[in-house]
């Protein structure tokens, strides 16, 4: 075997284990931050969302609660 089929070898291997890292690490790192939910919506106007936990429905004025706790 020569030095070039060697590196053909290693780059198909790294290639495969980059591949793996990137759809596996994706997946892991999206599905928590959907999980958790970060968007906080009126309890009485679902509709109306927002990622800042201050504020307060547009239209009623109340204060938006994770989406957790919204009925779905
Ligand atoms: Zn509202």
Redesign the pocket.
């Known amino acids: 075997m020569d030095t070039s089929q060697i590196f053909v070898t290693l780059g198909g291997v790294a290639l495969i284990s980059f591949n793996l890292w990137f759809f596996f690490g994706k997946k892991a790192t999206i599905k928590p931050v959907a999980a958790k939910g970060a968007l906080y919506a ?1 309890p ?2 679902p509709w ?1 969302t927002s990622d800042d936990p201050t504020a307060d ?1 547009s ?2 004025g ?1 204060k938006l609660v994770s989406s957790d706790e919204v009925g779905k």
């Open positions: 009126c009485m106007h109306i429905c239209i009623c109340m």
